[in-house]
């Protein structure tokens, strides 16, 4: 018997369907020029422009991602769209 606030192998977060709702809604626009910013950050030895540059650019091209990276992706993205609303 599994602990009820644990999750299954294989099961996804419950958050991670909506959090790739939320990635989709910013447009490919957006999305390829937070992927250059991580990029620039990644050469750079930045970790988080490594992991999160990497994770956007596997989904864009469609490839498999756990619900881990995707839930911190769209924590830095979430991040960065709020800092520009500031401005």
Known sequence: M???GT???KEPH???EDALI???SLGIEKLSTYLEAYSSCAIEGNRLGEIC???LSRLLK???ISDRYLLGLV???KNMEEKDERR
């Open 2 to 4: 599994t602990n009820r």
């Open 7 to 9: 999750l299954n192998e």
């Open 14 to 16: 419950p958050s991670s």
């Open 22 to 24: 939320y990635v989709k």
């Open 53 to 55: 540059g990497e994770t």
């Open 62 to 64: 469609g490839e498999p």
């Open 75 to 77: 924590w830095s993205l």
